[in-house]
């Protein structure tokens, strides 16, 4: 019923940016927040970034400074705008909708930061 389709991900080097976008579609009474995590090799699934309904914003302590997260209500899609990119970044990106009653995750997409 609900799918969040990702795009944006890709090789860039350190330093470099990137832009990711999630887009849901399909029957949703009310999302309550979106956001971005990150899973890397080993490595636990961890959040990066959350907007909730408010609009407030919530950053992981390793990339505040760097990430943005931000939305399109209209569209209900959400951005992450990754500046000063690290090797450290380098993961799958996954998005997430909190919706009233599901949770739901897109299909993730690759980020590899590398010289």
């Known amino acids: 019923q609900v799918q969040l389709v990702e795009s944006g991900g890709g090789l860039v080097q350190p330093g470099g940016s990137l832009r990711l976008s999630c887009a849901a579609s399909?029957?949703?009474?009310?999302?309550?927040?979106m956001a971005w995590y990150r899973q890397a090799p080993g490595k636990q699934r961890e959040v990066v970034a959350r907007?909730?309904?408010?609009?407030?914003?919530n950053y992981a302590d390793s990339v505040k400074g760097r990430f943005t997260i931000s939305r399109d209500n209209a569209k209900n899609t959400i951005y992450l705008q990754m500046n000063s990119l690290k090797p450290e970044d380098t993961a799958v990106y996954y998005c997430?909708?909190?919706?009233?009653?599901?949770?739901?995750w897109g299909q993730g997409t690759q980020v590899t930061v590398s010289s």
């Open positions: 399909g029957s949703i009474f009310r999302i309550y927040s």
């Open positions: 907007v909730v309904s408010s609009g407030a914003t």
């Open positions: 997430n909708l909190l919706s009233n009653d599901n949770d739901y």
